[in-house]
């Protein structure tokens, strides 16, 4: 069975300072990993994923997420908040190998502060 | 093509009712995902179609609920007698398994907001 752990249900970064969302993910299998941003009313979107290649991976609107195996996380930062960035965000674990259902964390929801 | 549609977007209903929901997938796509996303919760896999096969379901989806895909395009979700509990967001999700095996992320759209009263 896989399962994510998102740290952190609230999270509140000043407007130019770095975000820091946590995500440590359990698996059996070797995990592919995700990052989805959803915004108020809306579906979501992806932001960025991890499938086996390189473990620095770099997505969208400036963020970039770290796959480290001996830790189980997948941790999403950007270094440079910006109010736009406001949103509520998911961390998501597949197999791949089958059905290819996403697991999903609770989110964290991340607030910028002018 | 636009991504993948849901309709409508809100449903109110009263408690003991029939809804049903549509999505229309991204054309190529041939997975079809439902998920539902409580209030301050991640979203939770209910069933997936592969064309029209429905190829697995979650112990999530009740015998209230029954989702179809006739022609391996669009789908439905049906909840048949509502309850207070089913109040939550419907989203669909579409994706591309490729004759080769290759498989890509899932789209979302933008889902379908249930409240029942």
Known sequence: ???????????SVSE??????????????P????????????????????????????GINGFEAEFKKSETSFHL?????????????????????????????????????P | DTGVSQNPRHKITKRGQNVTFRCDPISEH????????????????????????????????????SAERPKGSFSTLEIQRTEQGDSAMYLCASSLLSSAGRKAEAFFGQGTRLTVV
């Open chain 2, 30 to 65: 041939n997975r079809l995902y439902w998920y539902r996303q409580t209030l301050g919760q991640g979203p939770e896999f209910l069933t997936y179609f592969q064309n029209e096969a429905q190829l697995e379901k979650s112990r999530l989806l009740s015998d209230r609920f």
């Open chain 1, 31 to 58: 995990p592919y990993l995700f990052w989805y941003v959803q915004y108020p009313n809306q579906g979501l979107q992806l932001l960025l994923k991890y499938t086996s290649a390189a473990t620095l991976v770099k």
């Open chain 1, 77 to 113: 930062t950007k270094p440079s908040a910006h109010m736009s960035d406001a949103a509520e965000y998911f961390c998501a674990v597949s197999d791949f190998g089958g059905a290819q259902k996403l697991v999903f964390g609770q989110g964290t929801r991340l607030t910028i502060n």
């Open chain 1, 1 to 11: 069975a896989q399962s994510v752990t998102q740290l952190g249900s609230h999270v």
């Open chain 1, 16 to 29: 130019g300072a770095l975000v820091l969302l946590r995500c440590n993910y359990s698996s059996s299998v």
